[in-house]
């Protein structure tokens, strides 16, 4: 556990202060039983990964999901401005879809086919957080936020997902690359956004790399960047207008454990998992989390197949890389969204009257 990003995270757990957020937010105050209900929740997450730090690989992404949620649980209700516990959806938000018949092969056949396993988006605390949380969604890339310039809030349900969906797009996760399975993602340079001008992004590689050519499909124009000091540089210049951009906005995943000299994330380009879905990385986290988590719980005896050498684990350094990430992503990503939520006036408007708003929430 991170030390400092666990003393910022402290502060969601006194009243004064989430009362103090909540009324920045919002323009409303916090009752006292809805500031209980977030210190709760915070407090539960910090216990869960500090349980999840010590403990052994077979229930270590157990415990950290159970983080996860209540973290997210957390910041959701921190961001509903009418309603708390009593408002959000039961369930985790998430469905498995068919993982027994997935993984009931013989053991080496199933460990094999432990990345297509399948989620679905449906009614519970995954669609309530991003509900909760759509008009704070920035992007970070570098010293810059850029604000996603779209309603994020109505992500339809019913959305499926793979294991090896979401590991093929985490740049900390280096899966294996084929033709079959090209990279996924690609080093961001530059992401420049404006509503007048659309968006001008550098990447590092040149246009035939297969994200590139996927935006190229969506409509961005594609040319080599030149640089007089470098003329050996391999870098892509993708541009689109702001109706473009729109429609296809660009899926930005950042490094939460290879870090920069600097100690920061690195911005990486990613292929839309599709192209009418967009995911927060905070969403993201909570997927793969959720996936770890459960095939612990209810597949024990593949999860200790994994961790114990058998036939088939070739999964297993990715799922291993996954569950880091995981640990180290999701409570920063929590705080990033609180900052964006306390310090980005455009994001704080939910209905055009936050200057009216007055009471007790």
Not at 40 to 54: D, I, K, L
Not at 266 to 292: E, G, K, N
Request: glycine share 6%; proline share 5%.
């Amino acid at each position: 556990m991170n030390s400092d990003v666990w003393q910022s995270l402290l502060h969601l757990e006194s009243r004064d202060i989430v009362s103090d957020w909540f009324e920045r937010i919002h323009g409303r105050k916090l009752n006292a039983r809805r500031a209980k209900e977030i210190i709760a929740s915070a407090r539960q997450g910090r216990e869960y990964f500090r349980s999840a730090s010590t403990a052994s690989f077979a229930v270590r992404p157990l415990l950290a999901f159970y983080g996860v949620a209540s973290l997210c649980r957390s910041l959701t209700l921190l961001h509903r401005r009418d309603s708390g516990e009593e408002g959000l959806r039961q369930g985790h938000g998430l469905e498995a879809i068919a993982w027994s018949a997935t993984l009931s092969s013989d053991l080496p056949v199933a460990l094999a086919s432990i990345s297509k396993l399948r989620v679905r988006t449906c009614g519970g605390l995954f669609s309530d957080l991003v509900a909760a949380t759509h008009k704070r969604t920035m992007l970070r890339v570098y010293d810059r936020t850029i604000p996603v310039p779209f309603d994020n809030e109505e992500q339809r349900l019913g959305r499926e997902t793979s294991l090896s969906d979401i590991l093929d797009r985490l740049p900390d996760i280096s899966t294996d690359v084929s033709a079959e399975r090209p990279r996924r993602w690609i080093r961001l340079k530059n992401f420049v956004y404006s509503p007048d001008s659309g968006a001008t992004i550098t990447v590092h590689g040149t246009p035939d790399h297969p994200v590139c050519i996927e935006y190229a499909g969506a409509g961005f124009e594609l040319s080599p960047e030149e640089d007089p000091y470098d003329a050996s540089a391999e870098r892509t210049v993708l541009k689109i207008d702001e109706t473009g951009v729109k429609k296809y906005f660009p899926q930005v995943l950042d490094t939460r454990v290879i870090r920069t000299m600097g100690g920061n994330p690195s911005p990486h380009l990613v292929s839309r998992f599709s192209p009418d879905a967009w995911f927060s990385q905070l969403s993201i986290t909570y997927m793969v989390s959720f996936i770890l988590g459960m095939l612990a719980r209810y597949f024990p005896t593949h999860w200790g197949a994994l961790m114990g050498g058998e036939k088939g684990d070739a999964i297993w350094p990715n799922i291993n890389a996954a569950q880091t990430y995981v640990e180290a992503a999701l409570p920063e990503l929590v705080l990033e969204v609180i900052a964006d939520s306390l310090f980005a006036p455009r994001l704080e408007v939910a209905d055009g009257s936050l200057s009216n708003a007055s009471g007790d929430a």
